[in-house]
């Protein structure tokens, strides 16, 4: 395993950083979860669940069940969001696309469009308070959940289209990689590009997904990620796409420890040093319990990266992102990456 050094650590904090794949519940505050676990009665054994931090897929959809259990009505989805904002501009995000599948949480009277205003208004709560040079800038991505019939992903195209306006910028395809089909799903994304939101689809998370993956590049979303698992054809049509794909490593490390059991043997080495566009992400940085800083630390130690190098990435990172290019706060962006270290 890779432990970076002190000064690869203060590096990787300094450095403004962009974040393109974190999902709200996974990337929930810590002592939040704890607080809220506690006030919903969770029992030993769950609370067990959520303490750990090696992950199997398995396990790591039983933290989300825990997470989803103990996290339950409008007020505390806007806490959840807020906070997540604000320990993302502690830790040097400068832009933050955060995604979330929009749920019912029916016992709270909280429906999918309630679930969604609750999460843009976390993210007014936190634009009110934040320093105009140190704030982070944010967008949402709404998620498929696999599991999630047409109806309900049509349904979640329609939400997306109606905050368009607020702040969501795209469409996501997620949840636990072994439900669901393709096809169910290739209608209701169609409809979403059409619309003009973009898309980005987690693909090769488990093996034997070769045939799945194909047609997610047939499809040509905006972006992929994970892509842990791909076949040398796969492979290659990836490469000539050009799609660009976000990386989390402790992510990958930990749940497909199959094929990538070291961080030195993850696919990050192999797509980067193509000239291939990756960006460099969390995932759920509560479950796996890594920041951004901290993944870009791993990042330098693991596979040698220079400052340049970490700059560089993170400026693709945000010409990868949903963000309209020439609105005024990617120029902002923009600027405070040009302008170098911050913290
Ligand atoms: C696939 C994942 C994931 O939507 O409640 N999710 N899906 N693979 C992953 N990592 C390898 N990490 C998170 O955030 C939690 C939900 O995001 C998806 C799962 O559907 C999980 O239930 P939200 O905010």
Redesign the pocket.
């Known amino acids: 395993m890779v432990t970076p050094t002190a000064a690869q650590v203060s590096l990787a904090r300094r450095l403004p950083k962009i974040e393109l794949h974190a999902?709200?519940?996974?990337?929930i505050r810590r002592s939040t979860l704890k607080e809220l676990a506690l006030a919903a009665g969770l029992n030993a054994r769950e609370s067990q669940i959520i303490r750990g931090d090696a992950r199997t897929?398995s396990e790591?959809?039983a933290v989300?069940?825990v997470?989803?259990h103990a996290?339950r009505g409008g007020k505390t989805i806007r806490r959840i969001a807020r906070e997540v904002l604000e320990d993302a501009e502690a830790d040097g995000v400068v832009y933050l696309e955060?995604?979330?599948?929009?749920?019912a949480h029916t016992e709270c009277g909280l429906d999918q469009v309630g679930y969604v205003e609750s999460v843009l208004q976390g993210f007014k709560d936190y634009e009110e308070t934040a320093q105009r040079d140190r704030r982070c800038f944010a967008r949402l991505i709404l998620?498929i959940?696999?599991?999630d019939p047409a109806e309900v992903a049509e349904a979640t195209v329609d939400l997306a289209l109606r905050y368009r306006d607020r702040g969501v910028v795209g469409i996501d395809l997620?949840?636990?990689?072994t439900k669901g089909r393709w096809e169910t799903w290739l209608g209701p994304l169609t409809r979403a590009r059409e619309s003009g939101l973009k898309i980005t689809l987690?693909a090769g998370?488990v093996p034997d997904v070769d045939e799945e993956t194909r047609r997610m590049i047939a499809f040509k979303p905006d972006r992929f990620?994970?892509l842990c698992f791909l076949s040398s054809e796969n492979q290659s049509s990836l490469w000539a796409s050009g799609i660009p794909i976000e990386l989390?490593l402790t992510?990958?490390v930990l749940?497909?420890s199959s094929t990538i059991p070291t961080y030195a043997a993850h696919h990050f080495a192999l797509h980067h040093g193509r000239g291939h566009p990756v960006a460099l992400c969390t995932?759920?940085c509560a479950?796996f319990g890594s920041s951004l800083s901290n993944e870009c630390a791993i990042a330098i130690a693991a596979f040698s990266l220079s400052a340049d190098d970490l700059r560089a990435i993170t400026r693709r990172s945000l010409h990868m992102s949903f963000l309209d290019p020439s609105s005024h706060d990617f120029a902002q962006i923009l600027t405070r990456l040009e302008a170098g270290e911050e913290m």
Do not use: A, K
């Open positions: 999902h709200l519940n996974g990337s897929v790591m959809f989300f069940d997470i989803h996290v955060l995604r979330t599948t929009p749920r998620s959940d696999r599991r997620s949840g636990d990689p987690h998370e990620g994970h989390c992510s990958n749940t497909c995932d759920d479950v």
